[in-house]
């Protein structure tokens, strides 16, 4: 049965716990790009069971608006204001890598990083920026989504790769069954986010960095949610492109 059968099943029922998936790593460039583009279904995901870890790239956004911060203290009350986003969608582990913002490119630096991350984690699911869609404003969206989909073939199909710079470290091949990509176009699956919206909305509203106008940006979410669901059906969802690697 294909994903997008099984998954209007299981929104009908509302249970993502029949899955064959329980370790999901979700890999983004920033602090809040969760949030905003799949924290309902991150959601779905721990309150079903399934173990949820984020991968985030960039030490801080340079376009804060905050002028009278120095760039350590920004990135560390943007991670400080992560964890706690985390918590509130219920995942615990939480990695940085500390990119500097603006300067990830989709090189062999960032696919051996990638690759290293993905044997490490072993997921089973991964989640992550579409490289593709047009005219994408942030560079490192574009360059981390591509370098993933570039080091999710290196870490599934090739053994020879190197995992990291360093020669001599190599874990073993990683067998994922697939890839699920936000800020899509085109969709091809929709997850019923009626649960766990209010929880998402928490989770971006704890980046108190990035907004002025709580009340406005949960009301603009929860617009938003309801016109990405309304393709399917649904009162409020996130959608996502589904990639089969089996």
């Known amino acids: 049965m294909k994903y997008l059968q099984r998954l209007e099943q299981l929104n009908t029922i509302d249970d993502l716990r029949a899955l064959p998936i329980e370790h999901i790593l979700v890999i983004v460039a920033h602090p809040d790009d969760i949030e905003l583009w799949c924290g309902g279904t991150v959601c779905r995901l721990t309150d079903a069971g399934k173990q949820v870890a984020y991968l985030l790239f960039n030490k801080a956004k340079k376009g804060t608006g905050n002028a009278t911060r120095t760039p350590q203290e920004i990135a560390a009350m943007q991670e400080a204001e992560e964890f706690a986003a985390a918590r509130i969608l219920g995942v615990e582990s939480v990695t940085f890598l500390h ?49 993933a989909l570039d080091a999710i073939f290196s870490s599934t199909h090739d053994p020879l790769s190197r995992a990291g710079q360093n020669q001599n470290e190599s874990l ?12 899509i176009q085109s969709p091809n699956i929709w997850i019923n986010i009626a649960t766990t919206l209010e929880r998402k909305i928490a989770a971006r509203l704890a980046h108190t960095s990035q907004h002025i106008d709580a009340e406005a ?30």
């Open 217 to 246: 940006l949960a009301r603009y979410w929860r617009d938003r949610s309801v016109a990405i669901g309304k393709p399917a059906g649904l009162e409020v969802a996130e959608a996502f492109k589904q990639v089969d690697l089996r």
């Open 99 to 147: 990119w500097p913002d603006s300067e990830v490119e989709p090189g062999v630096a960032l696919r051996q990083e990638l690759v290293l991350q993905i044997r490490h984690h072993r997921p089973d699911l991964i989640v992550t920026h579409d490289p593709a869609i047009s005219y994408r404003p942030h560079p490192d969206h574009r360059a981390l989504g591509s370098a």
């Open 172 to 183: 073993p091949v990683q067998s994922l069954q697939e890839v699920w990509l936000f800020t």
